[in-house]
């Protein structure tokens, strides 16, 4: 089918790669500088070995719909500014899949007049090298599910999908996008102020305590009732990418904006909603959020 | 009068050398090897510029009492190894000052048998640069008042303190202990976890935040009638030392053991008796400790 990428971050990139070996891939770029240059060299994937494919890129200016399935993958924090680019034309956009991590962008979603809207999530671990080249580092799992309509491009998308990137098709959105947003509140904040790899909240026992604290803090905002499934979830991903740098670490150390908006600043909404207070949450919060403004400071 | 310091760090080192101008002092080291080197090169203060005292060192292992007063400048976490080779001999020991942070230190001291107990706080700012060497950074004040016992050796060094080392006698020392605990609870972790010098606390509105929280849950621990006498001590303190570096921060980064126990171990004792619940001493208290525990690791 026709598929339209918008956003060439790692998972972008990651996705017109591996999807353009059977699918009719469009990739766009919010530069024109990196549509270019994806036009001219390709995409390159970096694992074993590397390899290139061709694929057309446009600027996200130039973006006018006519796909059977568009994939959003840019961040959350960018994603008000994509939709505004594409409401007017969603008639013509087809189904929508939306990437973003957090559940904040649900409220943003749940308004656009798509016939069918999916989300999903993304367990593969990948850093984006340059404009044109990515990493993937981990081979995980990616879930998705119906948010509203048919199933039909999603079902097209899981049943044609490579071997090494599998789709799983899910029958609870909610489901998705809870456990990935618990496994983030947990290892992206921690690991990025602790400055350690994921497998470090587990071997210090200090650190181990803290992260219990703000798992339990995270379920009681979400009233979950299943917690050791979400317990399991933590232990898993600290102990399969024990020698990993999670993407907030990557991003803080980069200078980069991290996510923690769509992750923490997601759960304070809800915990006032609830009435709930959640000290260990809000003080993460507020520790990414003084990080990234010194980084703004010293820069 | 005849005046033995115990513990020859910054403080230590900058007690001898500030008080033996006017009286006898002898320093107590924890190695033979620091006691041969002062009683060979002096004890150098550095501020505008140098200037070496020469005075008496011994290895504590050598020490009998005998002195008029004893000053013991050790920290927290060495106090209980350092009254148990005293005890003993605490019928000699004279008038004895206690220069702990924190106020863990109190129920260690409540026991002795010496006649007169006094304990002090200090503001000055010192780095021990050798073992012999000291750099007097900040000029502050000095603070003791009588735990138990008679005034008169206290006044005697208040009176005769060098004009630039003044030591103010108080009535509470109950006063004196918690208003520089919880200046240290505030501005030590927090320092020490965000890497960031004492003026950042609140030029940096996400970390004022935080500090605040903290500064709030302390003073509900220790159930503090005058909020607002704290709150101007911990904002007096950041603006006084802005460009400083906090001890727990030099600690951490050099791989010393921090004073965490006696300060926030000290609260989280006290908010357990009270039953009050205290989660951003807790986390920053295992932080320090994660901190402190990869630091080993890593070494």
Redesign the interface.
């Known amino acids: 089918m026709r598929i339209g990428i918008i956003g060439a971050g790692s998972i972008g990139l990651l996705f017109s790669w591996y999807l353009s070996e059977k699918h009719e891939v469009t990739l766009y770029t919010r530069t024109v500088h990196q549509a270019d240059l994806i036009n001219r060299k390709g995409v390159t994937l970096v694992k074993e070995t590397e390899e290139v494919r061709k694929l057309p890129a446009k600027p996200m200016d130039e973006w006018v719909g006519g796909d059977d399935l568009t994939i959003i993958t840019v961040k959350q924090y960018q994603l008000q500014e994509v939709l505004f680019q594409i409401e007017d034309k969603l008639d013509e956009a087809g189904s929508l899949l939306f990437l973003q991590n957090g559940m904040g962008h649900l409220k943003l979603i749940e308004k656009l007049q798509s016939s069918s809207i999916y989300v999903g999530s993304i367990e593969h671990g990948a850093v984006r090298e340059s404009a044109a080249r990515v990493r993937h580092n981990g081979a995980g799992a990616i879930r998705a599910a119906v948010f509203k309509g048919s199933l039909v491009r999603l079902e097209e998308l899981a049943n044609n999908a490579p071997e090494d990137f599998s789709i799983q098709v899910e029958t609870d959105y909610y489901e998705i996008l809870v456990r990935k947003l618990v496994v983030n509140a947990v290892i992206n904040p921690l690991t990025a102020?602790?400055q350690?790899q994921n497998g470090?909240l587990l071997a210090?026992?200090?650190?181990r305590?803290?992260a219990m604290?703000l798992l339990e803090e995270t379920l009681c905002v979400l009233e979950t009732a299943d917690k050791e499934k979400h317990y399991r979830d933590v232990v898993n991903v600290c102990e399969k990418t024990a020698s990993n740098y999670s993407s907030m670490y990557a991003d803080l150390s980069q200078g980069r904006r991290t996510e923690i908006d769509a992750i923490l600043g997601f759960l304070i909404e809800e915990a006032e909603k609830r009435g709930v207070h959640c000290?260990?949450i809000?003080?993460y919060y507020?520790?990414i959020?003084?990080?990234e403004?010194?980084g703004e400071?010293v820069t």
């Open positions: 102020v602790f350690v470090i210090n026992p200090f650190y305590k803290i604290s000290p260990y809000c003080n507020h520790m959020k003084g990080k403004f010194q400071v």
